[in-house]
């Protein structure tokens, strides 16, 4: 495995979107959390920032040049519509050269044990907590 990559390079806060189609709701919808990316050894750990998401999420990646494969988790927030359940799969992203997005797809499945698959990307937002705090602002 080629990790060429170098540790600070991903690390920092990025805006998580991804898509998911909903039988219960009947349509496509979008979930859109802010997260920290680490580097955990020879892998990266992507998880939500409690202070300001609902729903817990996080994914462990390994990477291959500039392919990042791995799994991830969500549990759902209590009060929303899927009332804390707890949903996992697997992600391949493509990382962009300046290594500021990542796009790639994600598969899971849903309540009925059907197969779902969606879009995820991933943005850069900078390195610590203000750039989510001046975003809250509009700035």
């Known amino acids: ?17 991804y898509e998911y189609p909903s039988s219960s709701r009947n349509g496509v919808f979008f979930a859109e959390h802010y997260v920290r990316v680490m580097r955990v050894g020879s892998a990266f750990v992507v998880e939500s ?3 300001v998401n609902d729903s817990y999420l996080i994914l462990r990646l390994s990477l291959d040049d500039s392919i ?5 988790q969500e549990c759902t927030s209590p009060t929303g519509y899927y009332k804390g359940a707890i949903y996992h ?46 975003r809250a602002k509009g700035q």
């Open 49 to 51: 920032i409690p202070e």
């Open 1 to 17: 495995m080629s990790t060429s990559i170098s540790k600070n390079e991903l690390s920092g806060i990025w805006r998580s979107r």
């Open 68 to 72: 990042a494969t791995g799994s991830w």
């Open 89 to 134: 799969g697997a992600i391949q992203l493509v990382i962009d050269k300046d290594h500021k997005r990542m796009k790639g797809k994600w598969v899971g499945f849903n309540k009925r044990m059907e197969i779902k698959t969606g879009s995820w990307e991933f943005t850069y937002l900078g390195d610590d907590m203000s750039v989510i705090h001046d």
